[in-house]
């Protein structure tokens, strides 16, 4: 749901053959963190449904990268395939180092606190657009969808987190409801 979100953003980038002041750090940053969400899926026990999403959301940001990438500027075009390459060079290094410096139940912390600081970043990453929004009191480039998906995605990953209880789900997904809300707010 939360990653269909932004499907009209990128309906309207289409449409008009430019991102205009959209910014590709939400979707740069939601690509990391569902990359990582994947490997931990992978490494923790009964993880499938951890690893299933983030197949999903893998697909669906690489699709709004690529997107991105095609109608931005010359200068955002490469600012935001640094970015991904930056992208995936941390996940590169992240499944590197912990494959051969950890195993079992560390291996797990150390991949759980990366995804939870980078989840993290990714409930964050709108307020640079937040901030735009407070400057010009324009929300155009703020999509309402965005934000409400996200504040309802968070709400039902802590949930699960409660009853799963995993904390480094959990965590980032608190403060990512309460993030959300706040641009929900704002708008």
Known sequence: ????????TF???FKKKSTECFSALPYVCTLLTVLLGLYYGCIRPNGMLIITINIVG????ATYLAIFITYA??????????????DLAVFG??????????HGKLRVMLVGSMCSAVAISMYAAPLSVMRMVIRTKNVEFMPITLSAFLA???????AYSFFSRDIFIGIPSALGSL???????LY
């Not at 893998?58 to 940001?61: A, D, L, N």
């Not at 309802?152 to 802590?158: D, P, R, T």
């Not at 993030?179 to 707010?185: D, G, N, T």
Request: overall charge positive; aromatic content about 12%.
């Open 58 to 61: 893998i697909t669906f940001e």
């Open 179 to 185: 993030l959300a809300i706040a641009q929900v707010l």
């Open 152 to 158: 309802v995605n968070a709400s039902l990953w802590s």
């Open 73 to 86: 500027t010359k200068f955002s075009r490469i600012k935001t395939v640094k970015l991904v390459l930056l």
């Open 93 to 102: 290094v992240a499944v590197l180092l912990t494959m051969l410096l950890s």
């Open 11 to 13: 309906w309207y980038i």
């Open 1 to 8: 749901m939360a990653y269909a979100s932004p499907v009209p």
